[in-house]
């Protein structure tokens, strides 16, 4: 089923992708979740969407994604960027800033590795026998480089959930609730909506990783949280705590959202951290040409 959905995700980009055919020596194929048809992205996950996003303004190369386009039957190299895939990656697969998902992740044979999301990653692929440098970082934390909205700062918490979440009955009681509001990773029409959503909270409280990678971006300072410790997102707490290394954040574990949502929120500020983020070694070591500086 997953193969003949390929099939005919790629016959609809079909036509775009023709004319790239005269170029295809600069054609960046990407190795990403990501609904592409028609010849453009359709919002499912921001966390993935974000390799559509971000390449779009930071490379002048076109590219499409791997499983949804014909192309990648020509072009073999393949780029793992942002998520937690790795473990889809194959002999022809170039890392930059990708991750594992869990610590039992299946780990490929990979042809280079520039940049990985965080320490527990890079353990992990050193295990396995991979070359991997001491770069890290989650090329999401390029936002600012790309867009810096002008927003008013409130006194809103803002919480984003991980989609595992997002049916949660602990919904009704956020809805209840003036003081917070909901961002959605996954409804959504346009990604800088969420950012100024995001940029103006003075706190946000996630279970979505790239709601926190996405808030220390842009230097809200925030939690990590949790429904139900994590249960129903595959890989646990590893994602989180391999990023968490990338920035020198030692929360250990999340925090219930309902505890928190129970109590006053000032219980829980003496957790907040402020990242250390380094952009030079994802600008520096990006393996494909970038119109980005610090």
Not at 43 to 69: A, Q, V
Not at 156 to 165: E, F
Not at 234 to 246: A, E
Request: hydrophobic share 35%; proline share 4%; charged share 25%.
């Amino acid at each position: 089923m997953e193969k003949l959905k390929s099939i005919i995700t790629q016959c609809s980009n079909l036509r775009y992708d023709l004319v790239l055919l005269l170029k295809i020596r600069q054609v960046i194929i990407i190795n990403s979740w990501i609904d592409f048809r028609k010849g453009e992205i359709h919002n499912r996950n921001l966390g993935d969407d974000l390799n559509y996003y971000i390449l779009k303004e930071i490379t002048n190369f076109p590219f499409r994604f791997k499983k949804c386009t014909f192309l990648s039957k020509i072009i073999k190299d393949n780029y793992l960027c942002i998520g937690s895939i790795i473990n889809h990656g194959n002999k022809n697969s170039i890392v930059w800033g990708a991750g594992c998902i869990s610590q039992n992740s299946h780990i490929p044979v990979l042809k280079k590795v520039y940049v990985v999301r965080g320490p527990k990653t890079r353990e992990l692929l050193m295990q396995s026998g991979i070359s991997c440098p001491e770069n890290y970082g989650d090329p999401a934390l390029l936002l600012p480089l790309i867009y810096n909205p002008h927003t008013t700062s409130s006194n809103k918490i803002g919480i984003i959930l991980n989609a595992a979440d997002e049916q949660n009955e602990v919904l009704d009681i956020i809805n209840d609730d003036k003081s917070y509001t909901l961002i959605s990773m996954t409804r959504y029409s346009d990604w800088r909506e969420v950012v100024r959503n995001i940029t103006q909270c003075r706190l946000v409280l996630s279970s979505s990783l790239h709601g926190l990678i996405i808030s220390d971006a842009y230097d809200i300072p925030n939690i990590w949280v949790s429904l139900d410790n994590c249960k129903n997102i595959i890989g646990g707490h590893f994602k989180y705590l391999d990023y968490f290394g990338s920035v020198k954040r030692h929360q250990k574990k999340p925090i219930e959202l309902e505890e928190i949502l129970r109590n006053s929120i000032e219980d829980y500020l003496n957790i907040i951290e402020k990242p250390q983020i380094d952009l030079k070694p994802i600008i520096e070591n990006c393996p494909f040409k970038i119109n980005i500086s610090i």
